[in-house]
């Protein structure tokens, strides 16, 4: 899943989650605000995770800790707080 510059302003919803074993979420260079969805854990084989340059804030969801098949995290340029959770 990919956009950069065209993904609609607002919030991620929930149901993201129910998407199967994305690969990659790149949704960089947007206007995307709130906080990342818990459910984004369900997503075991991500690989690349790319949020950088929206307003995203508050805290990590520690459910990413079940992303054992990340290899690219890219949060920059976004108002989140915390620490990062722990990635095996």
Do not use: D, Q
């Not at 307003?55 to 992303?67: F, I, Q």
């Not at 920059?76 to 620490?83: I, K, R, T």
């Amino acid at each position: 899943f990919s956009y950069s510059t065209k993904f609609p302003a607002g919030t991620l919803p929930t149901e993201i989650g129910a998407w199967t074993r994305p690969r990659e979420f790149r949704v960089h260079n947007n206007a995307i605000s709130g906080v990342l969805p818990t459910e984004i854990g369900l997503w075991s084989a991500i690989e690349e995770f790319r949020v950088f340059n929206n307003r995203l804030s508050g805290t990590l969801p520690t459910e990413m800790e079940a992303l054992t098949s990340l290899s690219e995290l890219i949060l920059l340029n976004n108002a989140f707080s915390g620490a990062i959770p722990a990635i095996a």
